[in-house]
């Protein structure tokens, strides 16, 4: 089991930049798939990018160029690196893990979630 804790969240004009962190809490294990999501109200939470122990990565379609999900092993930190924020990327943004598998896939089943950083983007 795992436990994971989200900062790094804010208001910010569009065409800024924020960064996500979530600490990860738990032992030492060679295999995972981190990811971040986001949910906006009235909305179905998506998945945003996800990070595995192979170094794969994957970004959803809306994201891709703007967004970088990277991790700090020293500090057991999965960090999200957003620049160039549209109003549409406004939501709670989470993170979440599965350390069964040493890969990502559409599959996977995320045990564990953060309580989640709301990033608000103005006009």
């Known amino acids: 089991q795992v436990q994971l804790q989200e900062s790094g969240g804010g208001s910010v004009q569009a065409g800024g930049s924020l960064k996500l962190s979530c600490v990860v809490r738990?032992?030492?294990?060679?295999?995972?798939?981190m990811g971040w999501f986001r949910q906006a109200p009235g909305k179905e939470r998506e998945e945003v990018a996800t990070?595995?122990?192979?170094?794969?990565?994957r970004y959803a379609d809306p994201v891709k160029g703007r967004f970088t999900i990277s991790k700090d092993t020293a500090k057991n930190t999965l960090v999200l690196q957003m620049t160039s924020l549209k109003p549409e990327d406004t939501a709670m943004y989470y993170c979440?893990?599965?350390?069964?598998?040493?890969?990502?896939?559409?599959?996977?089943?995320?045990?564990?979630w953060g309580q989640g950083t709301q990033v608000t983007v103005s006009s």
């Open positions: 979440a893990a599965d350390l069964r598998n040493a890969y990502c896939s559409p599959w996977t089943q995320y045990k564990t």
């Open positions: 738990a032992t030492t294990s060679s295999r995972y798939c």
């Open positions: 990070l595995d122990s192979t170094g794969s990565s």
